[in-house]
């Protein structure tokens, strides 16, 4: 399959806990980029991060990336119940190509 | 003011019927998109228009035929309903190179 992995597939914490998503892509990218998708809705571009950068932040969240492995991770501090939905990395590569992970369901329990 | 509008929310339709869902963005983005998501919740690009011409065309079965009157138009046509085409439908758009996707709230079709 050409989709980019994510881990873990679901992930339960308490309100105030850290949350840290881990995803793997295949592909050279241009950039990567991270979506929240909240059950029956579309999804909502959180952070992009560019091949150039480690490192990235907005607000809660923090985006990691290692070119080398293949590699990103999104942390959100301070978890809150509204942050209960499903995120999806996306890798960015040529030009309009775009490949989805295969997301990850997070739970936050109030 | 809804940014990506799509059109309707939900469709109900028989096996072999042909349906056609509708996409329009109010963002000046140039470039649209069709997804779909299937049951596992995977996305899959389906079409990409950049300024009204064909740029991505996906392995899709040739009963799935986009249209794009304008830049700020995408629609989808289905001819020949097969249950497997089930799944919620996405479209998006972007604006520039770096592929950031403003998305719709998705049209669930349910093939019966």
């Known amino acids: 399959s050409q989709q980019g992995e994510e881990d873990p597939q679901a992930l339960s914490i308490q309100e105030g806990e850290n949350a840290t998503m881990n995803c793997s892509y295949k592909?050279?990218?241009?950039?990567l980029q991270w979506y929240r998708q909240n059950s029956g809705r579309g999804l909502v571009h959180l952070i992009l991060?560019?091949?150039?950068?480690r490192e990235k932040h907005s607000g809660r969240l923090r985006v990691t990336l290692d070119t080398s492995k293949k590699s990103s991770s999104l942390l959100i501090t301070a978890s809150r119940a509204a942050d209960t939905a499903s995120y999806f990395c996306v890798e960015t590569s040529g030009t309009y190509k775009y490949i989805f992970g295969t997301g990850t369901r997070l739970k936050v329990l109030a | 003011d809804t940014a990506v509008s799509q059109t309707p929310k939900y469709l109900v339709t028989q096996m072999g019927n042909d349906k056609s869902i509708k996409c329009e963005q109010n963002l000046g983005h140039d470039t649209m998109y069709w997804y779909k998501q299937d049951s596992k919740k995977f996305l899959k690009i389906m079409f990409s228009y950049n300024n009204k011409e064909l740029i991505i065309n996906e392995t899709v079965p040739n009963r799935f035929s986009p249209k794009s009157p304008d830049k700020a138009h995408l629609n989808l046509h289905i001819n020949s309903l097969e249950l497997g085409d089930s799944a919620v439908y996405f479209c998006?758009?972007?604006?520039?190179?770096?592929?950031?996707?403003?998305f719709g709230s998705g049209t669930r079709l349910t093939v019966v």
């Open positions: 592909t050279s990218i241009n950039n």
């Open positions: 991060i560019r091949s150039n950068e």
């Open positions: 998006a758009s972007s604006l520039g190179t770096s592929g950031v996707h403003t």
